[in-house]
């Protein structure tokens, strides 16, 4: 059955905070756009679990995955208000919202997985979750959204001049339209949808996503040269609507943030499985791989970072990012 959004919001205000302040059952709302069995959905349930072991059942947690509720940016808006407690979302629809969320999303900031998840887990990343809650939004935690990579039709990307009059799918995002022109291809803004398609008909020369994804769509089956540029890694945020969470009292928020914060460690550990099971799948299918020395295509992005990165307390930020890098780890 579809849910109207019109009909959840009211009826999810009316029922999930009126009884958040006091002692009885209360049962809060949540939305991830991505499918039941996706490592996000997974973990956010999980959360649930653990919300409700530890308030001795008093809280529960309902989600609505698949996107039953509607895009990011509307679901993002109605968590402002109140009318959805929780909500998972990507980066992306957030950075029109707090300029600090932008710097996680910044191309070829990040050395490897294991620096993004010492930032995510240190104090840049906390300071990022805390610069929400003026925008009525608490930041809980951090999943993963794992590393992109390009994908293309003609050949290996090595270096930036192999990408020079490419035709590249982008999310409609200036941000990843000024990456692609910074390495001297045209950005191609595209419904994900669309891509498939696009690749068959050459309306497009290649893409960019990770590799579950990459799978998922079936992508590699039209551009089978898979390069490991792995230049973005933009997180994923669970969040909280402020107004709930002004209704909880001070033992359950508790109960929220730490439950929020195991449920990270159990993603990664679904997510790093998923990515593993896709690259080995496609690789044995023939998809042709290769590894990318980032230094050449960072160095075009500093034009970049500078253009999106204005504030002094960005760049304080994304220095202290770029000195947690794995060389001084």
Not at 251 to 273: K, Q
Request: contains cysteine.
């Amino acid at each position: 059955m579809k849910v109207s959004r019109r009909a959840f919001v009211g009826g999810a205000f009316a029922m999930g905070l009126a009884g958040c302040g006091g002692g009885g059952r209360s049962t809060l709302f949540g939305t991830d756009t991505h499918p039941a069995d996706y490592p996000t959905v997974q973990a956010f349930r999980y959360f649930g679990d653990l919300v409700e072991r530890r308030s001795g059942g008093r809280l529960r947690v309902k989600i609505f995955p698949s996107g039953q509720l509607g895009a990011e940016r509307d679901t993002l808006e109605i968590t402002s208000f109140g009318g959805l407690d929780f909500n998972r979302v990507n980066l992306a629809p957030l950075n029109s919202i707090e300029p600090l969320t932008t710097i996680f999303s910044l191309p070829f900031l990040f050395d490897s997985e294991a620096h993004l998840r010492r930032v995510l887990d240190g104090e840049p990343g906390e300071r990022v979750l805390r610069s929400l809650a003026p925008h009525d939004m608490i930041g809980l935690c951090f999943y993963d959204s794992g590393a992109r990579s390009f994908y293309n039709t003609r050949g290996p990307i090595e270096r930036p001049a192999d990408m020079h009059g490419m035709k590249i799918r982008v999310q409609n995002s200036d941000l990843y339209v000024a990456m692609i022109q910074g390495l001297g291809a045209a950005a191609t803004p595209m419904d994900l949808s669309e891509v498939y398609q696009g690749l068959v008909q050459g309306v497009i020369d290649g893409a960019e996503n990770n590799w579950p994804s990459y799978e998922s769509g079936r992508h590699y089956e039209v551009a089978p040269y898979y390069s490991l540029t792995r230049h973005v890694m933009a997180p994923e945020v669970l969040l909280m609507s402020k107004v709930s969470w002004d209704n909880l009292n001070s033992a359950d928020r508790e109960i929220v943030m730490e439950s929020a914060r195991e449920s990270v460690p159990y993603m990664r550990r679904l997510w790093d499985a998923r990515v593993a099971a896709a690259q080995e799948a496609l690789v044995a299918d023939g998809v042709r791989v290769n590894e990318v020395d980032p230094r050449p295509f960072r160095r075009r992005m500093h034009p970049v970072w500078e253009s999106f990165v204005t504030t002094d307390v960005q760049n304080d930020i994304m220095r202290a990012v770029l000195a947690m890098g794995d060389g001084n780890a």
